[in-house]
């Protein structure tokens, strides 16, 4: 059973067939997926989610499958953590982190979109799934091909993080790494995706792809109780979670599961790669590529695909966006590490850092409820932090040296170890 009536272009809105298409022949705009929101109103129910798994696919009468996916069945409901320590140190009352760092199976939220994805690629009998990626995305696509017995190939910038190249490598696909940044990469893959008969998850089955990244979005409403925050903070690289969020709380309104004011969403990008940003904040529709330029690998997209939609979405819902430097974001890192206990990677420092600058600028008001996006785990990225995190004391295993070490620690470093 499905819901889907086909796609059709987002911006002349000639109907597509659902089927392996990306683009409009017409105009060259995207091609978007048309649900029948009536039928799907009839049936979709808080309380029909409730009974279903913890999963993505609670969601499934708004996501583009035919039948019942053979992928991700551990992907999604990802915690949504209420942050009361990070709250007090930013000075906000209401405050939740939205912890993609533990989706599964990657650890990042790709693994939502891929979940997808994969699925479609198998309806659509493809053999082998591919992808243009910063890391993460090339770790989901790897790991899926892996549980769905696909061939694999990823295409990646050849300067990524050790965590995020073995953690695709370890899948068994074949890596290509491009010397160049992700816009070459996604350059090439355009090309190849033209050539080869292969679902490329982020070209040429992007309308499904870009679907998964809504259940993002309604999983914070489900988990806040069916209602909405008032602002969400996300993070841009390509473009493509953002307006999907956007997208989710709008369906949710619109098959009336959820009532009230839409969430203000705010992007969040790093200074050293914030095409998006610059729009934003120049009042223009023009996004003028830049070359990245920041340790923030995962969303350093110099010329994003969907950023016309970031910034449609941000300004429809009243919210607006900053950069941070690489400083920032490793602040940021420590700070949800050292008040939550949540280790995120660079994105996530990213989303923590334009947060307090947002509320530091009078952005967002201290009494209103914010939800922080975390997308990726900061085990991935260990080279973020290394030269910032205190390295451990050398002793040897004697009780003399260890009371020795002790009494040199400051009166305050104690009483932090729980004595005095
Ligand atoms: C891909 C990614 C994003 C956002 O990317 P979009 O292309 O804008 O959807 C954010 N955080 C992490 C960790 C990512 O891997
Ligand atoms: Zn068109």
Redesign the pocket.
């Known amino acids: 059973m499905t819901y889907v009536l086909g796609l059709r272009c987002r911006e002349c809105g000639t109907d597509y067939p659902h089927e392996p298409l990306h683009v409009c022949d017409q105009c060259f705009g995207p091609l978007e997926v048309v649900y029948d929101y009536a039928a799907i109103a009839r049936v979709l129910t808080r309380d029909a989610i409730a009974a279903r798994p913890r999963n993505l696919w609670r969601y499934r009468e708004l996501l583009p499958v035919r039948r019942d996916p053979v992928v991700g069945p551990y992907s999604g409901f990802t915690p949504l953590v209420k942050a009361d320590r990070l709250a007090t140190a930013l000075g906000v009352e209401e405050l939740y982190v939205k912890d993609d760092s533990v989706n599964h199976p990657t650890f990042?939220?790709?693994d939502r979109v891929v979940s997808v994805a994969v699925s479609k690629a198998i309806e659509f009998e493809f053999d082998t799934v591919s992808c243009a990626s910063?890391?993460?995305?090339a770790n989901s696509v790897s790991a899926h091909a892996a549980r769905a017995g696909l061939n694999c190939f990823i295409f990646i910038p050849d300067n990524l993080e050790q965590g995020k190249i073995i953690g695709s490598a370890i899948y068994g696909p074949r890596t290509v790494a491009i010397r160049g940044n992700y816009d070459d990469v996604n350059r090439l893959c355009s090309e190849i995706a033209d050539k080869y008969r292969w679902a490329f998850v982020n070209i040429n089955i992007r309308p499904y792809y870009t679907e998964g990244?809504k259940t993002y979005g309604f999983e914070i409403a489900e988990q806040l109780g069916w209602r909405f925050p008032q602002h969400v903070i996300v993070?841009?690289?390509?473009?493509?979670?953002?307006p999907k969020v956007a997208k989710a709380f709008k369906e949710l309104e619109k098959i009336g599961l959820v009532r009230g004011t839409q969430p203000k969403i705010h992007s969040a990008q790093a200074g050293g790669c914030a095409p998006v940003i610059g729009a934003l904040h120049r009042g223009s529709d023009l996004i003028e590529p830049v070359k990245p330029d920041t340790i923030a690998k995962?969303?350093a997209?110099g010329n994003?695909a969907d950023g016309y939609y970031v910034l449609k979405a941000v300004r429809e819902s009243g919210g607006w966006g900053e950069a941070v430097t690489d400083a920032e974001i490793v602040a940021g890192i420590h700070l949800l590490a050292r008040t939550e206990g949540i280790f995120t990677?660079p994105?996530g420092g990213t989303t923590v850092a334009v947060t307090k600058k947002l509320i530091d600028l009078g952005r967002i008001p201290r009494n209103e409820s914010i939800v922080i996006s975390v997308?990726?785990n900061g085990y991935k990225t260990l080279e973020a932090v290394s030269a910032s995190v205190a390295s451990p004391f050398v002793i040897n295993a004697r009780l003399q040296e260890f009371d020795a070490l002790y009494d040199s620690l400051a009166p305050q470093a104690r009483r932090a170890a729980g004595h005095e």
């Not at 910063?134 to 995305?137: C, D, I, M, P």
């Not at 993070?235 to 953002?242: D, E, F, Q």
């Open positions: 990042s939220y790709k910063t890391g993460n995305l990244a993070p841009t690289a390509g473009g493509t979670i953002l995962s969303i997209i994003p990677e994105a997308t990726g």
